[in-house]
């Protein structure tokens, strides 16, 4: 029963936290002025995703060969291959920074 007493309490006090974050009263002004930008190429998530799932699967697959040595390395290394190369690829892709600003002249 404390359980669920500490369930429920946890969870109203996630959703009044939300509640009472957002802000009601609010103004808005929109001015819109139209300008050139020199904006050069960004940073490139997909080259990311790809080394980095290349990198986690590389390490997967070595920890997961050392750690099933006794029994054979090729079950551990090819679940830590999958389980690396989609951990590295998420990573590699969440880890690409933002775009430069662009510059306005």
Known sequence: ?????LVGTAALALITGAALAQDSYSSTTTTTRVQ?????PGPNAGANAVAGGAGGAAL????????TLPIGCAPGAAVGAAIGGGTGAVVG???TPAAPPPVYR
């Open 1 to 5: 029963m404390i359980r669920h007493v």
């Open 36 to 40: 050139t930008a020199d904006v050069g």
């Open 60 to 67: 997967g697959a070595a920890i997961g060969c050392v750690v």
């Open 93 to 95: 892709a969440a880890s």
